[in-house]
């Protein structure tokens, strides 16, 4: 891995290249997410500076300390971390897009908030494709129950889903899972419910990108390619 964070990040986009042109996709179609948990603000605006304009953060506190220290660098943040409802108002104020929407109620928490700022907040669906007692998200059989109540909801936008498969040493065991959450995603856009629009893939992390790619993911969460491994 290259050792300074432009390097890397052009490291990142070659692979995201080679990934996409290989299935006969535009690059252009796969953003990066870089995920910055647990690195401070000074090293996502060298990120920034870099070429970076996407943004990944698990903790609403600090996200806050770097969406404050950071604003006007135009930069599109992205919650991608377990939100709790009493924490979606906070979230509404600061991400672009939250990806990690996994039941109706915390749906109508992120509504209200939206509402009472004028916002209309873009939103994924969560979904816990492998079934992982551990991770958060939905169960297939229910995301189109979800994103189905989730077009009441005025102030709520749903873009499309998200999922973390489980972790594999070889990153083709978890094309399976990207290839299933398309799979959902397709389904549910053919209900061709009003509003929503199912056009992102939120999917792929450092280990398994490429695969991510494969299977049609717009949005690539990617932390440690960019800015190196977490304490
Ligand atoms: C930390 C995290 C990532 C980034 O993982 P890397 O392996 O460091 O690229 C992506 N998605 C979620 C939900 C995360 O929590």
Do not use: C
């Not at 964070?5 to 299935?23: D, G, L, Q, T, Y």
């Not at 994924?124 to 494709?129: E, G, S, T, W």
């Amino acid at each position: 891995m290259p050792s300074d964070i432009a390097a890397r990040i052009e490291h990142v986009k070659a692979r995201i290249r080679r990934a996409a042109e290989a299935v006969g996709r535009d690059p252009a179609s796969v953003r990066l997410v870089a995920v910055a948990k647990t690195f401070p603000a000074e090293e996502v605006r060298r990120a920034a500076a870099a070429g970076a304009t996407e943004v990944g953060e698990n903790y609403i506190q600090e996200a806050r300390e770097k969406f404050e220290a950071l604003a006007g660098l135009g930069l599109t943040w992205h919650f991608i971390g377990h939100l709790q409802s009493n924490k979606a108002r906070r979230a509404v104020r600061m991400f672009d897009l939250i990806h990690t929407v996994d039941s109706a109620r915390l749906a109508a928490e992120i509504d209200r908030a939206a509402a009472k700022m004028g916002k209309r907040q873009e939103v994924l669906v969560q979904v816990n494709v492998a079934g992982e007692a551990t991770k958060s998200g939905v169960a297939p059989e229910d995301a189109a129950a979800l994103v189905r109540e989730l077009t009441g909801m005025g102030a709520i936008r749903v873009r499309g889903l998200m999922t973390m498969p489980p972790f594999f040493d070889d990153p083709e065991r978890a094309r399976p899972f990207f290839a299933e959450l398309r799979r959902i995603a397709e389904r549910i856009r053919s209900l061709g419910l009003p509003g929503v629009a199912m056009d992102e893939l939120s999917m792929g992390m450092t280990g398994d990108f490429e695969a991510a790619i494969a299977e049609g993911a717009t949005l690539i969460r990617v932390g440690t390619a960019i800015f190196g491994g977490r304490a």
